[in-house]
């Protein structure tokens, strides 16, 4: 038993004298393999713990920048958020103002089509079909219902 110590220890050291960041996933399997395996479950959990250990010694990027982070920087990123809710709120606005619009002009156009065509019903059916098929075509999947779900 105290044999076994000692060669644990023997090759706790060695392990720890190699620079384990310069191992490679197959010289560490090839160093484990020769450990014997009631001893092997002891070195994983050092090499596990020493692993983490060293990562959180490390500060991330996102520790540095909130270390930085003043009262003032938090107000201007609150500043711009409303503004971008402003823009926002204004874009979508303006897009109902401008399909308002686009539709009121659809139907004077077509009022005014039936008006100018009433004496040449075949051509205005003809044209009633075809403007008909774009505009159903146009809210329907492409234009109008495309945008709606953009929002």
Same mark, same amino acid.
């Given at each position: 038993?105290?044999?076994?110590?000692?060669?644990?220890?023997?090759?706790?050291? +060695?392990?720890?004298?190699?620079?384990? !960041?310069?191992?490679?996933?197959?010289?560490?399997?090839?160093?484990?393999? +020769?450990?014997?395996?009631?001893?092997?479950?002891?070195?994983?959990?050092?090499i596990?713990? +020493?692993?983490?250990?060293?990562?959180?010694?490390?500060?991330?990027?996102?520790? %540095?920048?909130?270390k930085?982070?003043?009262?003032?920087?938090? +107000?201007?990123?609150?500043? *711009? %958020?409303?503004?971008?809710?402003?823009?926002?709120? %204004?874009?979508?606005?303006?897009?109902?103002?401008?399909?308002?619009?686009?539709?009121?002009? %659809?139907?004077v156009?077509?009022?005014?089509?039936?008006?100018l065509?009433?004496?040449?019903? !075949?051509?205005?059916?003809?044209?009633?079909?075809?403007? *008909?098929?774009?505009?159903? *075509?146009?809210?329907?999947?492409?234009?109008?219902?495309?945008?709606?779900?953009?929002?």
């Amino acid at each position: 038993m105290e044999e076994n110590r000692e060669q644990n220890d023997k090759e706790t050291q +060695s392990l720890e004298n190699v620079d384990k !960041d310069n191992l490679e996933e197959a010289e560490l399997e090839d160093v484990l393999e +020769s450990v014997p395996p009631e001893h092997r479950k002891v070195i994983e959990r050092m090499i596990i713990s +020493s692993s983490v250990q060293m990562r959180r010694s490390l500060p991330s990027p996102e520790t %540095a920048v909130m270390k930085k982070l003043t009262p003032d920087h938090i +107000s201007k990123y609150l500043d *711009g %958020a409303e503004l971008e809710m402003k823009n926002s709120y %204004a874009e979508k606005f303006h897009r109902k103002v401008f399909t308002f619009l686009t539709m009121i002009v %659809a139907m004077v156009f077509f009022i005014f089509l039936v008006i100018l065509l009433k004496d040449n019903p !075949d051509v205005m059916e003809k044209i009633i079909y075809t403007v *008909g098929g774009v505009v159903v *075509g146009a809210f329907g999947g492409y234009g109008f219902g495309k945008n709606r779900n953009d929002e």
